[in-house]
């Protein structure tokens, strides 16, 4: 399996013994701009994973010949820091616990939506390159201090509840990308579960209220069956 | 449980049973140990006694020699003839025997009729076999001496009849002998009944296990209660088989519950599907059909990962993974994830939490996925314009939750039931949900040692959440 070279989107490296798993996922990422490698057991993806730069791994737990977290092990030890996406069957949270210890940098169980699977990716490929401690957070005219946690809208300043303020960090943080609700509750609420009511839906909703009423241009949208975007446009 | 015994065992033979006890060989072990003790004991008095009573008789006789060479030195021959005759003779010792001879081997005075053969005359003891002069017809007697060469050539024997001595050491031997017996009756009598004992204990175990093998698991090992090793020993067993038997069940329940909740919607799936592909639909209706699947699919696996969370506490596993936490902060965020959903729904829930921290050990996630369950259901049955409370405090010592709604409330009969697996108290369904938010809260209650108790909100539902004090 040779590496696809060139074009635009992020390189991203498929670790999945499942055949039809993983052609849908390659299929999908295809389709949304990526260049996908796949290897189908543990040896092949860290050898795939040392020798190539990729932007971002998606690499399943249970393999064969290499066990997930070793192939991660053995990644982090020789010093690839390419972030990495877990995939797998075990949803409990000491077993998420264990997998980011072993230094993956997120954890999806399996069943997954490919939007969810979709909107970490994009956003942990663009994490890599992400700076050091920032202060100041800003997206088309919205402006967030965070030292002085005020936020501000075309110079008009916006009064945020601290939670609220913790949402819209998320969201600026990762600007112009689709977050879903299951990143918003594990990111703003560090809760791993799925609350029946549609309680983040309510949340974004007031948030929105603050930032984009009175506004000609949304910038809080709504990503139709993934999640939301700060975006300007839909 | 000895009454509930196969009768048909498969053992083999009962001596062979028995040999092959572990108790039984320890027991004869023991009894060996015991009896080589018993005899090393006796062995040693025996020969110590022995050994000092023909010393003190050996040390009578050589005092007497030196007596009778001094009585030579002073007295001479004459004097020493007419001392061995006195000491010979009728009125002298009973026991004794004397010879005195002429320096050519002859008798001259004494008891004896000829030097004996085995003394020498140098002063050493020796055991010999000897007949006295005059009394040839009865036994021999068994005699210590010791002879002495006088000045002259003359020998002098004197000795001691040892009959009495030996007698002394042969009753002892029958003695110890006896004893020896006796101690290793008692000894071996003692092991057997001890083993006998040991086995029908462990045979008691075994046959309850073999009932468990069986598929009886609802059987106990008996216990006498009398506190020893056995009895704790059934105490430690019988909990673990609770524990795999609450395991067991948990899980067959899982399995049960899969099969019940997840038939229908999977039923569904396949009718529609398989109907949409009969009817050739245009692609609209093809996608309608896609969509529908997959809301269905999100349903049976929101159902799948409650029962998973539901094993997860019940099973313990996590148990390992409780750390401390403080209940107002995780009842405060609860509360704030709520409130904007509940006041979407005309409802006011307020948030009150005490001034003093409320330690409690705590698995995190599960808890918060417990308390928001409480508060869906809070939010799903409250009436409009009804209020929601959530209040968090000390009471009696322990750390407590209260959740206070204003739905319809549940009847007392019916509190108990609503913990259980898919149990939907509206038989209608008119409210969403799957049956499983108040089985996992049940499960991680259980899992943090706390307990919940439903009351009347006087109108709606009250639920009490007390967890253990903090040490």
Redesign the interface.
Known sequence: MVPNRGGSGVRVLIVEDDEKTAGYMAKGLGESGHLVDRAADGHEGLFLASENPYDIIVLDRMLPKLDGLAVLQALRTQGVGTPVLILSAL????ER?KGLKAGGDDYLTK?FAFSELLARLEVLAKRSGAPGVQTRLGYADLEMDLLARKVKRAGKPIDLQP?EFRLLEYLLRRAGQTVTRTMLLEGV?D?????????ID??I??LRQKIDKGFDRPLLQTVRGAGYALRTEP | MPSGRSPNHESPSRAARLWGSAGFRFALASTALFAFCVIFIGALIFFSTTTLIERQVSDTVGAELRGLAEQYRQEGRPGLIAAVNRRSGPLGEREGVYLLTDPGGRPVAGNLSGWPAPVEPNGEWVRLTIRRAGDEESSPLLVGARGFLLSDGSRLLVGRDMRAVESFRESLLQILGLGLVVSLAIGSLGGWSLSRRLLRRIDNISATSRQIIGGDLGQRVSRDGNGDEFDRLAISLNQMLDRIEALMTGMRLVTDSLAHDLRSPLTRIKGRIELALRNGEDSESLRQTLEQTLAELDII??TF?SL??IA?AEAG??RS?LVEIDLRDLAA?VA???Q??AE?RGLVLTADVSTVPLPVRA?R??L??AM??LL?NA??YTLPDGDITLAAKLEEGRPTLVIGDRGPGIPPEQREKVFERFVRLDSSRSH??SGL?LSLVSAVAKLHGSEIVLSDNNPGLKVVWRFPPSS
């Open positions: 949803a409990n949270v000491d616990v069943p939670r609420w809760y791993h579960f799925d609350p029946q009511t549609n309680v309510v949340h909703s007031r | 696996q929101g990962n998973l969370a997860e596993v996590s993974s965020d704030e994830l709520y904007p959903a979407d698995h996630q599960l918060a996925q928001a369950n869906d939010i799903k969403p949900g938010g």
